[in-house]
């Protein structure tokens, strides 16, 4: 009797019990970020593409349909992220600019609250192209470290490997293959089952032309081995043992790299896949979630997972936390390299508002890196000019931007149809311009401090106009010479003249 009593009071108490059985362990958390893609997977229904691992995944977890990035720009959009702040709030939203400012406070990165929730965070992975320790962010960083916001800005504990040891750990990974880059064509002939550019389907705002299939075709490829990295982690997690505690997130940095993608607020550069796979999760069968989601949301869900604090600055709110109900997502475009520009978008589940503040700026501004990067472009100008481009297409070649942009999204996935100056919409325009100051209202940065980067893309291509017209001629041709070659010319070049 007295051993039953005592035992009693032993699991009463929680003393001599295991400690997974006085409280649950921690999730891992995976965060995979895809460069430069918009909702470009088999599970989304794009056509030609054949991604089974992330399908996959989708059909184990949760797809989001409307999920949206704060700027169509890699590091704008990762500023926000990395601290679950509206890069316009925080002032980190020039592309590559402020590097050598601190956050201001209390703004602080979000692997810090984790790091003081108890996790290992890690940046990149061993098995993937370049090891995905891409960070770039707005303000005074270093990708390992410690964090103080002062004199230490370490974001990441450690690089590359997850094991128990870490646990629990949070590991963000950057699958860079989707990012432009001299990589594509020997990735693209080294896929098991190539596009054949004959056969692929190419949305209406691009001209039919055999180089812009090409590229397409390419694109398609280098989706197709991002999927395969994808499948490589999920092995290395259940050859770890480590699959069944670890909560994977699949994303996209911001949209496509191509017109209207990648720089642009439609819908290409804003709407990004987003999948959550949660092992731990008993409801059966795939499912789909309609709700707006900011990415700064999945910062928030990320911080939420793990029991960590959850700060007053955030501008995300957690995806799965009792009352969530974003109806839009803010977006802005601001500084792209040597481009000056300003753009607020408005975007919900059938509604996109953009203002453009400077139309006078054009959609095709001949970005000097992007002339490196965008085949399309280069033809697609070519054929402008002879008067061969559909109305549609011809959009993006306009000597302005217009004013204001309104579509509706579900009549109208493509955005083709500018509703902005029809009196039938007069009145969701004028909801949206008060929504949109409202925002800009809201988001009004922290501090003034501006210090861009020069984009040294401008020096480089002017130097393969002047020296190597040859390489120019087939960069207008639609071919992809290369921007590292480019800039290997260029500063050789630059060293043999000092």
């Known amino acids: 009797m007295i051993r039953k009593i005592l035992l009693l009071v032993l699991i009463v108490y929680g003393i001599g019990t295991p400690v997974s059985a006085q409280s649950p362990q921690p999730p891992n958390i995976i965060w995979l970020m895809a460069e430069d893609i918009s909702t470009d997977l088999g599970c989304y229904d794009f056509p030609d593409v054949r991604t089974p691992n992330l399908d996959q995944l989708a059909a184990e977890g949760i797809r989001f349909e409307n999920a949206f990035i704060t700027n169509p720009i890699c590091s704008p959009s990762r500023s ?70 002062k004199t ?32 594509w064509e020997e990735i693209s002939q080294q896929s098991p089952d190539r596009h054949d550019p004959a056969a692929v389907t190419l949305p ?5 032309h055999p180089v812009v299939r090409a590229d397409w075709a390419r694109y398609l490829d280098q989706l197709e081995y991002m999927d395969r990295e994808v499948g490589m982690i999920r092995r290395e997690l ?30 290409p550069g804003l709407h990004i896949p987003l999948i959550i796979f949660d092992p731990r999760d008993t409801e059966a069968g795939p499912r789909v979630q309609s709700e707006v989601v900011s990415a700064t949301d999945i910062t928030a869900t990320v911080l939420d997972y793990a029991g960590a604090r959850l700060p007053d600055f955030l501008t995300g709110t957690p995806i799965f936390g009792e009352g969530f109900d974003r109806e839009v997502v803010y977006a802005a475009r601001d500084l792209w390299d040597e481009v000056e520009d300003r753009s607020r978008a408005i975007t919900s589940d059938r509604w996109k508002y953009i203002r453009n503040d400077l139309p006078e700026v054009p959609f095709d501004a001949h970005q000097a890196y992007l002339e490196f990067y965008r085949p399309a472009v280069h033809i697609m100008r070519e054929l402008n000019a002879g008067g061969k481009l559909l109305p549609l297409q011809a959009l993006f070649f306009s000597a302005t931007k217009p004013a204001e942009e309104l579509y509706n999204l579900i009549e109208d996935p493509y955005e083709l149809n500018n509703l902005a100056a029809d009196p039938h919409y007069a009145e969701q325009l004028h909801e949206f311009r008060r929504m949109t100051a409202q925002f800009d209202e809201e988001m009004e940065p922290v501090d003034d401090t501006y210090r861009p980067v020069s984009a040294k893309a401008v020096e480089v291509l002017h130097y393969i106009r002047e020296f190597h017209p040859e390489l120019h001629r087939r960069m207008l041709n639609g071919e992809e010479i290369g921007y590292k070659m480019a800039a290997g010319l260029y500063h050789e070049n630059t060293q043999k003249s000092e």
Not at 166 to 178: K, R, S, W
Not at 243 to 266: E, M, P, S, V
Request: glycine share 10%; with cysteine; proline share 4%.
């Open 80 to 149: 926000a992220m990395m601290v679950g702040a509206h890069q316009v709030k925080t002032n980190t939203h020039h592309h590559r600019s402020n590097r050598d400012v601190p956050l201001s406070a209390p703004y602080l990165p979000f692997t810090q609250l984790l790091r003081e929730a108890g996790y290992t965070t890690i940046l990149g992975h061993h098995g993937v192209m370049g090891k995905g320790r891409k960070t770039d962010v707005n303000f005074k960083h270093e990708p390992l470290g410690t964090w103080d916001g």
């Open 152 to 183: 230490n800005f370490g974001l990441f504990d450690k690089y590359d490997t997850f094991t128990v040891a870490d646990e629990p750990f949070f590991a963000q990974i950057q699958l860079n293959v989707t990012h432009r880059g001299d990589w």
């Open 204 to 208: 209406p705002y691009l001209a039919d």
């Open 238 to 267: 259940t050859d770890k043992g480590l699959a069944d505690n670890t909560i994977i997130i699949f994303i996209g940095d911001n949209g496509r790299c191509n017109i209207r993608g990648k720089g642009y607020l439609h819908d």
